[in-house]
């Protein structure tokens, strides 16, 4: 399926898809490939029929006054490193040399190409120093070592852009880079000088004020466009349509990266930029943001099975082939167009049907949750009891007999709504369930809470001092955190197994993830023994018990014809003054394993059953 995914070369364009394709991710790779157009990116592409895909041959060496960055590294991942130059962040690093950007530095350093060496292969061969061609292996690029200077001055995009262009015709500014952003109707131009050329350069600055680097990312757009311009044949009105451009100015030329709403006729576009008002893709622009954080990626090792792939293969009607993820919604946190990404993929995604098949019913104001989701973790579910109890809080538990496709599409039916019809509170078990069930919000007034956002104050201390694993469905902010899929969730929802990279923690907001590797939950903390012998003694002090009411029985007898509601309510009352003499564990935990007891008449275990569900419930 991958082929179809490098047919797309721009939101507007697609090709047929490539015959071959080889992935690389170390150089070695590189060394036996032989007329293969390299992808180093998403959001722009060469058609070919042998493709090296370069979009995960990432990395950066620090060399000391300059780093070697793999090719398919992104910009903002290299920012750190204090480079002498650099481009949209969104783009990779090769992408930019290979498409040869207008960067930061431009009218000091000209095109990059021109500024940085590689290591790059022709035909297997391979070759160092400036680019020229073939497929790039490293691009070194030299630290900035000297002091620099930013400014910038905002104002009428008209006005700064005939400033600047009276610059360059009238005089030659002697910036490291003059870059004019425009957003919308307003505008700021940057500029960048080494601090030995202040005196040079003061007579232009007059009311600038001092600035940050003007780093560039992708915004929110339909359409983009790429091109250069003379400096004499600049008319700043032809961008009037243009929600943002920045331009970069040099000596006589100008160029620029246009982002729009609407297609537009630019000049002198590049390969890359769109050519038509057709979008694909349903609005995906193919930034490639998505495929960053997808858990379902990561699972597949694969960037078709990203949201990235989804859109594209919608235009060959294939996206059901890649639409099974877990809706962590990861995705649409990062998209800069806002895609309903969540929404698309669950009208083609089947999960399944499977449902819990049990019932419990220790209702209260507020109740532990447990669902198909939760259905392996009921000696979790009692510590929490146990540990919410010691702290005050009154809670009981409950099952939503929901199945994994109706909690992830919020599909909550009279049943469900009846059930929590008396509930104020909601307290899920798992950050899934916190997620899904957060919709019934929708349904009545009631409060959803995760078990760890009761116990956070409890253990903070604790958890700072640890290697954090942070889940897929719940944010949360820890200096060790590692927020890595474990992909328990993923993989009970579509069955595709578990993704080569593992979190390395010590403990896990995610009981489903602490489990599977092997890991400390969060109720690990509390160092909560469960007694399951009280259970067996509350079993046999319940038998003497009965033994006892033997003569009470035979007494009874003779309602039996008379009115048997008599007999029924007077055992009720015995029962329920059994239980009333009992600790909430042992009520708890008889409750959740009397199936365990079958030498016990199934009339007498119901009674037993129903007089705790009324306990709990007053």
Not at 5 to 21: G, Q, Y
Not at 40 to 69: C, P, S
Not at 280 to 290: A, D, E, H, V
Request: proline fraction near 3%; aromatic fraction near 14%; include cysteine.
């Amino acid at each position: 399926m991958e082929k179809f995914l490098f047919s797309a070369l721009s939101p507007t364009v697609k090709v047929n898809p490539p015959e071959v394709i080889i992935k690389v991710r170390k150089e070695d790779d590189l060394q036996n490939l032989r007329d293969f157009t390299p992808r180093y990116e998403f959001i722009r592409g060469l058609q070919g029929n042998k493709i090296a895909d370069l979009t995960e041959f990432k990395g950066v060496e620090d060399l000391g006054d300059k780093i070697k960055v793999m090719p398919g590294t992104k910009w903002k991942e290299i920012i750190n490193y204090n480079p002498e130059i650099f481009c949209i962040r969104d783009f990779t690093v090769g992408g930019s040399v290979s498409f040869n950007d207008a960067c930061f530095g431009f009218n000091e350093f000209g095109y990059i190409k021109d500024r940085v060496e590689v290591e790059a292969y022709i035909d297997g061969q391979k070759y160092e120093g400036k680019y020229k061609g073939g497929i790039i292996s490293a691009v070194l690029i030299n630290k900035e070592n000297k002091e620099m200077c930013y400014k910038y001055l905002e104002g009428d995009f008209l006005y700064l852009a005939n400033l600047v262009k009276k610059w360059f015709i009238s005089d030659f500014p002697v910036f490291r880079d003059v870059t004019l952003i425009k957003e919308n109707n307003k505008a700021k131009v940057f500029v960048s000088y080494t601090k030995t050329r202040e005196v040079l350069v003061k007579k232009f600055i007059d009311n600038f004020q001092d600035s940050k680097p003007p780093y560039e990312d992708i915004r929110k757009h339909k359409f983009r466009y790429a091109g250069y311009i003379t400096l004499v044949s600049f008319e700043p009105s032809v961008f009037s349509r243009s929600d943002l451009v920045y331009f970069h100015f040099r000596k006589n030329e100008v160029y620029y990266y246009a982002f729009s709403q609407n297609p537009l006729v630019l000049p002198n576009t590049t390969v890359y930029s769109d050519v038509n008002d057709k979008i694909l893709f349903n609005g995906c622009i193919l930034c490639g943001k998505c495929t960053e954080v997808c858990p379902h990626k990561d699972q597949r090792d694969s960037s078709v099975f990203s949201p990235l792939g989804f859109y594209v293969l919608s235009s060959f009607s294939k996206e059901k082939e890649v639409s099974n993820c877990h809706m962590c919604g990861k995705c649409t946190n990062v998209c800069p167009v806002d895609l309903s990404i969540v929404l698309d993929l669950i009208k083609s995604a089947k999960f399944p049907e499977t449902k819990l098949g049990i019932n419990i019913n220790l209702f209260s104001r507020r109740v532990i949750v447990l669902t198909v989701i939760s259905k392996d973790l009921k000696e979790f579910a009692i510590k929490a009891f146990k540990i919410l109890d010691s702290m005050g809080i009154k809670v009981g538990i409950i099952t939503l007999d929901l199945s994994y496709a109706e909690l992830i599409k919020s599909e909550f039916n009279n049943d469900i709504k009846e059930r929590i019809k008396y509930i104020d509170e909601i307290i899920t078990l798992t950050p899934e369930e916190f997620h899904f069930l957060s919709s019934l919000q929708n349904v009545k007034i009631i409060d959803v809470t995760f078990i760890y956002q009761l116990l956070e104050k409890e253990i903070k201390n604790k958890l700072e001092k640890m290697k954090v694993h942070v889940p897929c469905f719940y944010d949360a902010n820890f200096k060790n955190a590692d927020k890595t899929c474990s992909y328990e969730f993923l993989n009970e929802v579509n069955n595709e197994g578990y993704g080569k990279k593992n979190p390395n923690a010590d403990i896990s907001l995610c009981p489903l993830a602490a489990r599977r590797l092997g890991i400390k939950n969060i109720l690990d903390l509390f160092n909560v023994q469960i007694d399951y012998s009280i259970s067996d003694k509350f079993y046999k002090d319940f038998i003497s018990y009965l033994g006892s009411l033997n003569e009470l029985f035979k007494d009874l007898e003779w309602y039996t014809d008379i009115d048997d509601n008599v007999k029924n309510e007077a055992f009720t009352d015995l029962i329920e003054n059994f239980l009333s003499s009992r600790s909430k564990d042992e009520l708890l935990l008889f409750y959740l394993n009397n199936d365990k007891y079958i030498d016990l008449d199934k009339n007498i275990r119901d009674h037993i059953v129903k007089g705790i569900e009324k306990l709990f419930a007053t």
